[in-house]
């Protein structure tokens, strides 16, 4: 595709780590904490009692606290976050497009591609490691979003994701009806077996489920970037303050109910407010993913105002935020090594606050592990893999055509 007219975009969507907004890597980067700390919990398996652990054995108060804290601030927020910053990167991919002299169209060809992409990496965690894996869900959503989420207005974007309410509540209430597929995977020692199990979860949780829990928040990430809320805090900080503010008291309040049942400290009495408990820790989940967010901004905020180098700790979150990908498929690897029967068998013999500490301690390491590859230039292996998959050999050089940038559109 050479000619006079190419542009060598080297390749298309790839930025420089000294370009990149510091507000979006650190919210990933902090939050895979969040994700760790959700989705260590998910492989322990034959239904121990509380304060049944290997090591803090006959304490139930201490699985109690962490059954408290993780259903509040941890379950059920992490994953919106995720989803708010990837439809937050879409717009960003695109506008690198445009100025690249890429056109729209070409914009959301990529973007599908690389969505299916993530779709095939995602099936691979499922197969290989976790039926729980997000990566695939992602990529779902930005094969069939691409086209909606570039042309849909701002009022369209926010009432969709009001109205989305509804068909979540459908979701919750088929959740209740799905077969435990990810607990038998990590109890059978049979590789294969478990292999099918995890695929299944993958597919009937993550896969359909994020047509109905994730496009929310998918959309107002779309709503933000259009903003600049998080490439520009500085400039939105008030706005940054009140979305931080409201969202993670929203959050808290609204997970608070569900949080005291699963932590056997309040039995509903009726199944109706069991369900609205239910009910209200999974929409204010949404709101504690714009405050986690909005939080990232604010810190964002108070390093540029002093102009001075962002420090050792934020420059390392920020670090695994920019290998979020790589980093998320490692915790994979450690949780299946220590836990899973097929891997170190502990699932069913740590408790609660021993499994909070091993996924602590492994998203240490990951944070570590990515600080090193920032010191010597390296990208993360996975986000490397799926640009070479996206973009390929000889679709460096592309011919520009008609630059379009969607500007905010209110009406």
Known sequence: MGGSNAVDISPVGALAVSARALAPDLARGAMLLLIALANACLYQYGDPPLGSGLWLRGHPVADQLVLLVETIFVRGRAYPMYALLFGYGLVQ??????????????????????GAWMLVIGFCHALLLFGGDIIGAYG???????GVLFRATDRVLLITSVVWVVPIALFRGLQHRLSPLQDKANATPDLL??????VLHWVEGSIIGSLFML?????????????????EPVLNQRFLVRAGVLGIGLAAAGGL????????????????????????????????GVGYAA????????VQRRNEH?????????????????????????????LAAYGGGLGNRLGLIEIAILATVTWLLTVVLADAMRRRGH????????????????????RPRRITVPAPRRG
């Open 93 to 114: 991919l695109l506008r690198r497009h445009a100025s690249q002299g890429v056109d729209g169209t070409v914009a959301r060809r990529t973007v599908r591609r690389r």
């Open 140 to 146: 779902l959503l930005a094969v069939l979003l691409a």
């Open 193 to 198: 077996y478990a292999a099918l199990l995890r």
């Open 215 to 231: 496009v929310p928040a998918v959309l107002l990430g779309v709503w933000a970037a259009r903003r600049r809320l998080l490439d």
């Open 257 to 288: 109910p569900w949080a005291l049942v699963r932590a056997t400290w309040w039995k509903p009495p009726s199944e109706v407010a069991a369900l609205l408990a239910g009910g209200a820790h999974t929409f204010s989940g949404y709101a504690g």
């Open 295 to 302: 939080i990232a901004g604010l810190i964002a905020v108070r």
């Open 310 to 338: 962002p420090g050792m700790v934020i420059t390392a979150l920020a670090a695994c935020g920019q290998r979020s990908m790589t980093c998320y498929l490692l915790q994979s690897v450690v949780f299946v090594a220590v």
């Open 379 to 398: 990208r993360g292996p996975a986000e490397t893999l799926l640009r070479q998959l996206t973009y390929g050999t000889g679709r460096s050089v592309i």
